[in-house]
């Protein structure tokens, strides 16, 4: 009887249990300095609404039952139950609400500095002397027969640049790495500066990686290190998630968690330990990210994925 009772403790906390693995594997992200408090308050939301479900299942189904030595049977009992259920909901509401305001507030930010750079005269004059600069760099490829190459300022041109140049390019990198530190501490919104910024980040980066280097060896080795994180989450190669192996494209300096190659294990071992409380779990979540998002994103196929679909394509004709 006492085996039981632990069985019946075990079932009882197999919905916590997979919340718990789904948050620590599959929402957390390393990229990330510090645990995004939405993600946090997303997580205390799912697990007040488990306990909150768990109140209403005991209460219909399983009013019978114990737990530690409490039964919600007798007098007075519903009363309590009902405040306990109403707690559970009004703590649901709050934490809800919360999360609400932190991502609307980190939006908030993202748009004013995104706007306050865009109405700066000194950063709109920074701005001009670099494009100038690098139209100037793709006219001498174009003289040179070279016009097939990336634009970029060489150490021997980076010493014939006028001062004026030179302080446009360490503007430019300054600002690009704030931005780089703003998104890794979750203090401004990756999604959103993405979409603005993305072409900006990789252009300015291919364009000066050889002054970072040329910097780092004048001051230290650390410098603009999150501008060169930010440019390799965001690269070409790595700016999307195949939708075939869900993985993303390994970098020098954003590294896969270690996980990703065994999230199949990680999914069936979950199954079996939570009595399929987990596969609930994943179609809660997908349908719920299939309903609050649009419809109209593209899917990105990876290299390695891309030729089992064309040999299956090709089979099918």
């Known amino acids: 009887m006492h085996e039981y009772y632990i069985f019946q403790s075990y079932l009882l906390l197999m919905p916590y249990l997979a919340l718990t693995i789904y948050f620590l594997f599959f929402q957390s992200d390393n990229f990330y300095l510090k645990t995004r408090s939405s993600v946090q308050l997303l997580y205390g939301l799912m697990v007040l ?10 209460r219909a189904f399983f009013s019978e039952y114990y737990f530690f030595k409490f039964n919600i049977n007798g007098t007075g009992k519903h009363v309590l139950l009902a405040t306990l259920l109403a707690t559970v909901a009004a703590v649901s509401g709050w934490v809800f609400t919360a999360r609400v305001q932190i991502i609307n507030a980190i939006k908030n930010q993202s748009l004013q500095v995104l706007m306050n750079s865009r109405n700066s005269t000194i950063y709109i004059e920074k701005v001009e002397k670099v494009m100038s600069l690098r139209r100037e760099i793709v006219d001498e490829n174009k003289k040179s027969g070279k016009s097939d190459l990336k634009p970029l300022v060489t150490e ?10 030179k302080s446009a390019i360490i503007y430019m990198l300054n600002y690009l790495e704030f931005i780089s530190i703003g998104i890794r501490h979750y203090n401004l919104d990756e999604a959103f500066l993405k979409q603005s910024m993305r072409s900006i980040v990789n252009s300015n980066y291919d364009l000066f990686h050889k002054v970072i280097e040329i910097h780092r060896g004048y001051d230290n080795k650390a410098v603009y290190t999150q501008f060169e994180l930010l440019h390799a989450r965001w690269g070409k190669d790595g700016a999307a998630k195949c939708s ?19 999230s199949f294990t990680i999914h069936f071992l979950s199954v079996v330990l939570t009595m399929g409380a987990w596969f609930l779990l994943i179609l809660f979540m997908w349908s719920t990210k299939e309903f609050l998002t649009s419809g109209e994103q593209s899917e990105h196929i990876c290299y390695n994925c891309a030729p089992k679909i064309v040999d299956a394509l090709d089979k099918v004709v």
């Open 49 to 58: 609404g488990t306990v909150f479900l768990n109140l209403i299942l005991w």
């Open 156 to 165: 021997d041109k980076y010493h014939t640049l006028k001062d004026a140049e």
């Open 244 to 262: 075939k192996c869900h993985a993303w494209q390994d970098s020098v300096f954003v590294k896969k968690p270690w996980y990703v190659n065994y």
